[in-house]
């Protein structure tokens, strides 16, 4: 449950990040602007890391505008009703002069991390820059199982969850969620439907010729079938031997016990080890060859 609780927080939970930008004066991201201390490169760094809180599914724009010389922090940036900016103390860029930064940025709801390349399946406007989204809002997960004691029983265990978030939402809404996800996916295969794999025909009649001389020399019933169905797969035969049979058209237990020595000494691959090998495996069910 640990495990699969940490997973499931690490890659299911949704969260908001900047998935394009525009800056004007720069074409693409190795530009560097006047007036600006830090190159493009390095204010897409320190934008990726501002974390955003999405109140609607739908791609929200948001923009930053400062006039220097101004130290830029998130702050700065200015959001409608539907975003909010969750560390804005985080420092952006230094405006040197009385130079302009203005920036524009798309902001995207997602799953895990998405590389930029990504959002340039679709031609981009020029001066459109895509950046690599880290949409999780989970920084941190672990799990472990220690021994608990509860009244006089000593052989209980507790799960103990360390989860660190972003600040978007709190260890517990992430537990919560991870649970949620977890029974939706387990409810889904509720249903499930086991289907018998059918047996050759020729193995079907040898099965049931088997059944029925048996049933009438010991009278056993549904017990006995269900052994003479075992397929050869499962059981403890060396893969030389396995291969031999199975090359042979013999699948199951049932195709085995009508066979004489004889028979299967003429099948390629078998020889008296194979014989007295496939013998002690009949004599686990208390089967004999014919």
């Known amino acids: 449950m640990g495990n699969s609780l940490r997973r499931i927080i690490l890659s299911s939970l949704s969260g908001s990040a900047i998935t394009t930008l525009k800056i004007e004066g720069a ?32 791609p929200q724009t948001v923009k930053l505008v400062v006039k220097g010389p101004k130290l830029v922090t998130a702050s700065d940036i ?28 798309t902001i995207e709801k997602g799953l895990g991390f998405v590389s930029k390349e990504v959002h340039q399946k679709e031609k981009n406007d020029v001066g459109t820059i895509s ?32 989860i660190e978030t972003d600040g978007t939402l709190t260890p517990r809404e992430a537990l919560e969620k991870a649970i949620v996800i977890m029974v939706e996916q387990l409810q889904a295969i509720i249903g499930f439907t086991v289907t018998n794999r059918s047996l050759p025909k020729e193995e079907n009649e040898e099965v049931s010729k088997i059944k029925k001389e048996s049933d009438e020399e010991k009278g056993e019933g549904n017990e006995f079938t269900d052994i003479l169905k075992t397929r050869i797969d499962t059981l403890t035969l060396s893969t030389r031997t396995l291969n031999a049979l199975t090359d042979a058209n013999i699948r199951t237990i049932g195709g085995i ?19 007295q090998e496939i013998k002690k495996v009949l004599g686990e069910y208390g089967i004999t060859l014919k």
Do not use: C, W
């Open 78 to 105: 200015e959001v409608g009703g539907q975003v909010e900016v969750l560390n804005k103390d985080l420092y952006i860029a230094e405006v040197t002069s009385k130079a302009n930064l203005s920036i524009e940025m």
């Open 27 to 58: 074409n693409h991201e190795f530009s560097v602007l006047d007036g600006v201390k830090e190159d493009v490169i390095t204010i897409l760094l320190h934008l990726k890391q501002v974390r955003f809180r999405l109140l609607t599914d739908e």
């Open 131 to 162: 950046v690599d989204a880290i949409f999780t809002p989970i920084r941190r997960v672990a799990y472990e199982v220690e021994n608990m004691r509860v009244g006089d029983k000593t052989n209980h265990n507790r799960l103990r969850m360390t």
């Open 257 to 275: 016990a009508r066979k004489k020595k004889e028979d299967l000494l003429e099948i390629d691959g078998i020889g008296d080890k194979g014989i």
